[in-house]
């Protein structure tokens, strides 16, 4: 009998892309769902996120954002975090957080497996960190070093926002992209449909439509466009454009020794090109340096 495992990463409190893929979930019927983290952070609705995701009593994981959110939460974080523009957003929505979000998150694992069965291990970013990415510039080397620390053959991962599936010497590793903000310049929602037939997985990637406008407007009227400042301008340029701009932006400001701030981004869009792989974009700029 053939099992479908539905996986997804990277909601990224977008309750309007969470809603248009729940709905394309509950017409494919699989047999479980999980979520490879990062349900909360970059994105104004981390509660109903979370919210939504507990109520339908799927199987989350911890990703670096909910690490982010919590340190606010608890006032873990470093002393300049509190007045920096650079982390406005992430205290609005560590602010936003209600107490059942926190202690949901709190709770979560670092790995799952499915309930299911099947030689098959989730992550967040890779097996030894949720803030280590394997993407496409992942050579073949380190994706093997990762399966052989781990007992399964198909590693499935989040974090990067972009999908991909790699077959390597010792396994497959899959990350499902992104519901909240794709980086592959598609701005449909994304996830992965797992099936196995008792012997091996296929894997179906799904794209889902959803109002990326709505969206854009609960960044206004929710307060957190205000009040992220730089973060959430950056945001919103990644939703309208599906490709990193915050990261970037940030290790520019501090490649060229500026201060990361808003009245900067005019400067950094003069240089930065987002269709450029991210390597070439780097290279440059310690290029400049020199």
Same mark, same amino acid.
């Given at each position: 009998? &053939?099992? &479908?495992? +539905? %996986?997804?990463?990277?909601?990224?409190?977008?309750?309007? +892309?969470?809603? +248009?893929?729940?709905?394309? %979930? #509950?017409?494919?019927? /699989?047999?479980?769902?999980?979520?490879?983290?990062?349900?909360?952070?970059?994105? /104004?609705?981390? =509660?109903?996120?979370?919210?939504? %995701?507990? #109520?339908r009593g799927w199987r989350c994981l911890r990703g670096n954002h909910e690490d982010y959110l919590l340190g606010f939460a608890r006032r873990e974080v470093p002393d300049d975090w509190w007045e920096e523009e650079e982390w406005a957003a992430s205290r609005w929505m560590a602010a936003e957080l209600e107490p059942s979000a926190v202690e949901f998150i709190d709770a979560l694992p670092a790995e799952l497996r499915p309930a299911v069965g099947g030689d098959l291990l989730v992550v967040h970013g890779s097996p030894r960190s949720n803030n280590e990415g394997l993407g496409p510039w992942t050579r073949d080397r380190e994706l093997e070093e990762h399966l052989d620390s781990i007992d399964a053959t198909l590693l499935v991962c989040g974090h990067t926002h972009r999908p991909m599936d790699r077959k390597v010497r010792n396994g497959r590793v899959v990350n499902v992209g992104a519901v909240g903000l794709p980086f592959n310049r598609d701005r449909r929602a994304q996830y992965a449909l797992f099936r196995h037939?008792?012997? =091996?997985w296929s894997v179906e990637f799904r794209q889902v439509g959803y109002d990326t406008a709505e969206l854009l407007r609960i960044y206004r009227t929710s307060g957190f466009q205000e009040a992220g400042g730089l973060t959430a301008e950056l945001l919103r340029l990644e939703v309208r454009q599906a490709a990193p701009f915050l990261v970037p932006f940030l290790k520019w400001a501090r490649l060229t020794g500026r201060r990361p701030r808003a009245a900067r981004i005019g400067e950094f869009l003069d240089l930065y090109d987002p269709t450029e792989p991210m390597h070439d974009f780097f290279h440059r700029l310690r290029a400049l340096r020199r």
């Open positions: 009998m &053939t099992r &479908t495992v +539905a %996986i997804l990463a990277d909601v990224h409190g977008n309750m309007p +892309a969470l809603r +248009a893929v729940c709905a394309d %979930i #509950e017409r494919q019927r /699989p047999d479980e769902v999980m979520v490879a983290g990062d349900l909360v952070g970059r994105g /104004p609705e981390g =509660s109903r996120v979370v919210a939504a %995701i507990a #109520e037939d008792g012997s =091996s």
